[in-house]
């Protein structure tokens, strides 16, 4: 016999378990299909576990550099089996919350694989041949590392992103390709570790996605972190031979080559949509795969919700917690709160880090409107002084005399100040109003108050 919920959700990271407790919470009976682990990719191959490991390579480089502070340490050694073991047991301290959650509102958990069904779009197939149904379907099944023409992962020399979690050992040389957010990250933290390493980016720019003078900021610091960067390149194979992988790539000045000890594919992450039933049960998915929805989170099949990484938006675990609450929400029929994806904050986590809300100064400007811009260093920060942290800025794009439209930073604890900057672009705040605002001394927060100065003309420290 059939279980049937008000809700089933299918998978279990941040979307599906937002999504469970939000609807729960509300008071919808809820099941929740899991085949891995309850957290998704976010807490168990992708944001937790690699902040864990880039925590590590940040004490690292602290001790090593504690001297300056009239600290002497000697000369610290990294061991990683201890790094992996505090990695592992963070994860499971929060997948065991996560999981109290779900208790504690009464959702059912069901261990398996689950598919659409071909004859009934709102029946999930568990892998164990049992079957639920839902009076409405949420779709969480997240994604998986994206793949690269020409260059296989085979787990030992070329690895993807789930294996540079697992690190056993560092690696001499790394070339990594792909200077996204992922791959900046483990960038940064493969050189902490002492490895050698070479980016590989096809566009003209690392972590394209981020403002110029942001991305300009964060090449200048890993230039003299000796990070190798090669942008507008075109990498055609990845080839092993023994111990060593040859990664050939070409330019407009014609092909090249470099050695690496290992290779890490980081282009990217792929929609889990080709293996859950979607074609069967009539979900309609765009040409990349991924499920298309409306505003409101719904699908092209009346009843059927999708979020998070399966959908063409961030694929951040935050958007995916506040894309399951407005799927809840069109469910249970109260007002719907879109998602405003041009406004939503995104951290990464390289040394130094990089955050931002909002439009970049291109994207302002091709919009129209009188767009000014302002950026103050952290150099002249007291605070990132006496922290020994100066490299980096925050830059604020505003409309003259109106609202700021984007804040972006990199520079120390930039994912932690960026909540400032992701008020004032979500309260479109004026910049008479911020700029007449206090912030302590002295702090890191202060650059962005002296961005704000500098825009109204009235600087200070500028």
């Given at each position: ?121 709102y029946q999930i197939n568990i892998s164990d041949g049992t079957q639920i149904e839902g009076d409405a379907i949420i779709l969480a099944p997240g994604s998986q590392p994206g793949e690269l023409p020409g260059v296989v992962i085979d787990g030992e020399r070329v690895w993807s992103s789930d294996h540079v979690l697992e690190l056993t050992e560092v690696p001499k040389r790394v070339v990594i390709i792909g200077a996204g957010a992922i791959g900046v990250e483990f960038a940064s933290m493969l050189t902490d570790f002492g490895s050698s390493v070479t980016l590989l980016e096809s566009a003209d720019r690392i972590i ?255």
């Open positions: 016999m059939t279980d049937r919920f008000d809700v089933a959700v299918l998978g279990g990271g941040p979307g599906g378990y937002a999504a469970a407790l939000f609807a729960a919470g509300a008071g919808k009976t809820v099941a929740l299909v899991e085949e891995s682990g309850i957290g998704g990719t976010c807490l168990h191959r992708g944001c937790i576990p690699a902040k864990e490991l880039l925590q590590s390579a940040e004490v690292l480089r602290t001790v090593r550099g504690a001297g300056a502070f009239g600290v002497e340490v000697g000369d610290p050694t990294l061991n990683l089996s201890t790094s992996q073991e505090r990695k592992s047991a963070v994860v499971a301290r929060l997948t065991k919350g996560v999981a109290g959650l779900l208790d504690g509102r009464s959702v059912q958990v069901i261990t398996g694989r689950g598919t659409l069904s071909a004859t009934n779009p394209p996605a981020t403002d110029e003078d942001v991305s300009a900021a964060l090449a200048r610091a890993f230039k003299k972190r000796k990070i190798a960067m090669q942008t507008g390149v075109t990498v055609t194979s990845a080839v092993r031979a023994g111990e060593i992988v040859t990664v050939n790539y070409r330019d407009d000045t014609g092909e090249h080559q470099v050695e690496a000890d290992r290779v890490v594919v980081s282009v990217g992450r792929t929609p889990r949509t080709t293996d859950i039933g979607l074609a069967a049960a009539g979900v309609a998915v765009d040409a990349r795969g991924y499920i298309v929805v409306d505003e409101a989170m719904r699908t092209s099949v009346s009843g059927i919700y999708a979020v998070g990484d399966v959908v063409a938006t961030p694929q951040l675990a935050h958007v995916a917690f506040a894309e399951a609450m407005v799927a809840v929400e069109a469910i249970t029929g109260v007002d719907i709160h879109p998602v405003v994806y041009d406004r939503v904050p995104w951290g990464i986590y390289c040394h130094p880090e990089v955050a931002f809300a909002g439009l970049n100064e291109a994207d302002a400007r091709a919009r129209g409107g009188d767009v000014v811009v302002q950026s103050q260093r952290f150099i002249g920060n007291a605070r990132a002084q006496i922290l020994g942290e100066a490299d980096g800025l925050v830059k604020v794009v505003a409309e003259r005399g109106g609202a700021v439209l984007g804040v972006h930073m990199v520079g120390p604890w930039a994912t932690e100040l960026i909540a400032e900057g992701y008020l004032a672009v979500n309260f479109e705040a004026s910049l008479d109003d911020l700029s007449s605002l206090i912030h302590a001394h002295p702090t890191l927060s202060e650059v962005f108050g002296e961005t704000l100065l500098a825009l109204t003309g009235r600087a200070l420290h500028a």
